[in-house]
């Protein structure tokens, strides 16, 4: 990920199955950062995002990021969503997350 020109866009590296609901859809997003020496995580609107086929990345603009350098502050954050804003799994899918803390059992 990285600043994407002059204006305040930013290229963000997709880490989801769902990347058109994740940058594309305008909404909320919190922002995951280290500053300081500890986590935090500031909350900020998608106004717009569309895929970057060349470097395998989608181009996105949030509100009050409007320049090269509030851009390089937001660059190595990770992007967030609410757990009920993820989308319906089929019945044999689960998400990696819901795996955390669990038990794993080896049969030999």
């Known amino acids: 990920s990285g600043a994407h020109g002059v204006r305040g866009d930013v290229l963000v590296s997709p880490r989801t199955d769902f990347p058109e609901l994740r940058f594309a859809t305008p ?9 300081a020496g500890k986590m935090q995580v500031r909350e900020l609107e998608l106004l717009r995002g569309k895929a970057h086929t060349g470097k395998k990345g989608w181009i996105v603009r949030f509100d009050g990021v409007d320049s090269l350098d509030e851009a390089r502050q937001i660059v190595g954050s990770a992007v967030l969503v609410k757990t009920e804003d993820r989308p319906e799994l089929e019945e044999d899918e689960i998400y990696s997350l819901d795996l955390v803390g669990m038990s794993v059992i080896v049969k030999v």
């Open 27 to 35: 909404g909320k997003r919190w922002l995951r950062a280290r500053a």
